[in-house]
């Protein structure tokens, strides 16, 4: 199940600014990534800022608050 999460703002590994962004989970990976137009169903408003971050294994997690953002599944 993919989790779908966005906030005021989405700063990507390269420092790049989405206002606003969403941010697509699977697990604790990140699968996309893109700017919020309008109202989107099944999305969980968290505000503030959410991280992209390449982890060890080189993949992307979200980070929110300085904890990893993972799928509720």
Sequence with gaps: MTRIVAANRVIDADGDEMKPGVV?????????????????????WLGGTINIKRSADGRFQAYKDGEVIIDNQ
């Design 24 to 44: 697509e989970l699977e697990g604790k990976y990140v699968s996309s990534v893109y700017p919020l137009f309008g109202e989107r169903p099944f999305t969980e």
